[in-house]
């Protein structure tokens, strides 16, 4: 993945699945160019049948779809990629089933889940850098630091991600993913904006 830039959603952060649709679409419009769909508490179907709004949001706006641990809602919606959370589908058997027919993200947490994980993986996040209210004690700079350093995949550090200290951690990654940090924002496509901006990233 070439971008580094990378949006997560949380249909939580609005009051229904319209507002949600369409806070995507303008930070997809704004500039971002992958986009993760993670809704965990989601049935099959409701999933399902979102992944298919936010593949049609994606193409619309040249932009890479992800989908959160579910090889076959990747499959039926023809997403670009999958994101592997550390409990869920193993990296190596997609890898070893679908070749390249995804990119291939894994969520980290630690050096070990980064070194295991760099084998087969795309790019990795590693979180949380910086303190998050649903993450835990924040892994800090160092920690990011030692990662990339040790890995030869692309590194995406998340986890409080924001305008304010997202310079800190530019020197330690290749790129930044977040949720709140833009969805979460009065003025998303101003922050995308800005945020492409700092990251170097053409409009």
């Known amino acids: 993945m070439k971008h580094n830039l990378y ?101 980290t947490h630690c050096l070990e889940e980064a070194k295991e994980a760099e084998q087969w993986a795309d790019f990795i996040t590693f979180s949380p850098v910086f303190y998050t209210p649903s993450k835990g004690q924040p892994q800090g700079i160092e920690r990011l630091k030692e990662v990339k350093e040790a890995v030869n995949c692309r590194v995406f550090a998340l986890g409080g991600i924001k305008l304010e200290n997202v310079k800190e951690v530019m020197p330690y990654c290749d790129g930044v993913a977040m949720i709140s940090g833009i969805l979460g924002q009065k003025d998303i496509e101003g922050t995308v904006k800005k945020f492409k901006e700092i990251l170097g990233e053409k409009q």
């Open 7 to 107: 949006l997560i959603s949380n249909r939580k952060l609005f009051f229904d699945e319209q507002a949600f649709l369409e806070a995507v679409e303008v930070a997809l419009k704004a500039g971002v160019k992958a986009f993760q769909l993670r809704e965990k508490d989601l049935t099959t179907k409701e999933f399902y049948f979102l992944a298919k709004k936010m593949r049609e949001i994606t193409k619309r706006n040249d932009a890479l779809l992800f989908i959160n641990d579910r090889i076959d809602i990747a499959l039926a919606v023809d997403a670009d990629g999958v994101h592997l959370p550390q409990n869920g589908f193993p990296a190596h058997v997609v890898r070893k089933f679908w070749k390249d027919r995804f990119i291939i993200g894994v969520s």
